[in-house]
């Protein structure tokens, strides 16, 4: 069992195919950029691309999993929560890149760079855009379906962030 990948310098993962995160709770972390046009899949325990990834490729959310952004994901890529108890988090402030789908009550998007204060942090929804902001930190997600803002809860993910979840 592989829990991290690395490459010194300027490399990188390229994945025009799959890479599949499962059979495990724990940790799997990826030191190199990830170029990805193809998916990936995270079905169990946590994902994390530490320095983000590029390319209009899937990230996929299958079930009790993590799948954590350090920095971005590429503009023209997608997130699918798949099943319910799916978390997707990002250290990135500003506008998440990828277009979110699926994202439903049981699932948590944590917007781990924006604390957490009760009764000031905010949650915005309009044209399509989540915003969560607290202070002058703030993370705008775009996300595909009906939602209603007063569904959409905000409490402390536990590490100094917020996380979001709906319903």
Known sequence: SVNSASSSGSGAI?????IAKAGGLGNTTLYAAVSNTGTVAVSEGTLTLEQGASGGGSFVLDGPATLDFVLDAGSGSAV?????????????????A?????FASGDVIDAASVGFVSGTTAV?????TLTVSEGAASAAFALTGSYVVGSFHLAADGHGGTAVSYG
Do not use: E, K, W
């Open 124 to 128: 915005g929804f309009d044209g399509g």
């Open 80 to 96: 699918l929560f798949l099943h319910p108890g799916g978390t997707l988090a990002t250290q990135a402030l500003g506008s998440f």
């Open 14 to 18: 390229v994945n025009a195919g799959t």
């Open 98 to 102: 990828s277009t979110i789908s699926g």
